[in-house]
């Protein structure tokens, strides 16, 4: 999973898709929670220009902060 080839695998996303399983159960469960706090990118990050700012608009013009809550997404 480490290299930039890792989505070519068929397992890269069973194991991601468990993980977005994993945080919607987590939301439902803990809705009063803060979910997600952006602290940065850390200087021991070891790719720092592949992170995104938190309210950047990506391709299609969707920012990460806008689909970390999947109940608001119907």
């Avoid at 890269?12 to 803990?30: E, K, V």
């Avoid at 990050?45 to 990460?64: E, F, K, L, Y």
């Amino acid at each position: 999973m480490a290299s930039g080839a890792s989505p070519l695998d068929r397992l890269f996303y069973l194991r991601h898709c468990n993980l977005d399983r994993l945080w919607s159960i987590w939301q439902l469960n803990n809705p009063g929670k803060v979910q997600y706090e952006h602290l940065g990118v850390l200087s021991s990050d070891s790719v720092p220009n592949a992170r995104v700012a938190i309210n950047a608009q990506m391709v299609g013009g969707t920012a990460p902060a806008s689909v970390l809550d999947h109940t608001q997404l119907g």
